[in-house]
């Protein structure tokens, strides 16, 4: 399968793959996951090459038992493959005491099944707006993420702005039908 078309795949239709010996989807969703899950770690652990080690290791682990794994969530999974490695990093740690510490800190202030439902949240977004026609990603874009007015959009785009109001809300309108299916 081209890279381009994995891509585009579902982190489960990764697994999937990666069950079947597919290294090239084993690499997009290392890509895909690596730095979210380093930056996970690095909350708590706040050793670079600790974090490296623990995500790393998560990666070797997904690889190596690949063809026994069964997950459903696969975000879920990561993330909670990640906390099980820094608590087991911490246990073995002869500073204990100081990285428990900060871990109960860390618990208590992330709501980690929070983080995990936004990550999967806008995951879902980006994956409904990267398959709306092109004209129509520019415009929500435009209004989303640099939060122009519809009529800075008009102007930039050289369209109404009525075209501009109709393509935003078919948009949302997408996005809220994308979401009931759910």
């Known amino acids: 399968m081209e890279q381009r078309k994995l891509i585009d795949l579902t982190d489960s239709g990764l697994f ?3 069950r ?3 290294k090239v989807s084993y690499k997009v969703l290392y890509d895909r996951y690596w730095s979210r899950l380093y930056m996970y770690a690095y909350n708590v652990l706040k050793d670079k090459d600790l974090c490296e080690d623990v995500v ?3 990666f070797v682990n997904i690889w190596i038992r690949r063809h026994e794994i069964e997950v459903t969530n696969p975000a879920s999974y990561l993330f909670q493959a990640v906390k099980y490695s820094i608590f087991n990093h911490i246990r073995n ?3 204990k005491r100081q990285l428990l510490e900060k871990m109960n800190e860390f618990l208590q202030e992330s709501d980690i099944s929070k983080e995990i439902e936004f990550l999967e949240f806008n995951s879902k977004v980006e994956d409904v707006i990267s ?3 092109e004209q129509r990603k520019k ?3 435009l209004s989303r993420n640099e939060n ?3 009529k800075e959009i008009a102007d930039k785009l050289g369209l109404s702005i009525q075209t501009v109001k109709n393509q935003i809300s078919k948009t949302l309108q997408t996005l809220r039908n994308a979401f009931k299916k759910r």
């Open 16 to 18: 999937d793959s990666i």
């Open 20 to 22: 079947n010996d597919d």
């Open 56 to 58: 790393q290791e998560i």
């Open 93 to 95: 740690s002869k500073y």
């Open 131 to 133: 398959k709306l026609p």
């Open 139 to 141: 415009i929500f874009h």
């Open 148 to 150: 122009l007015s519809n």
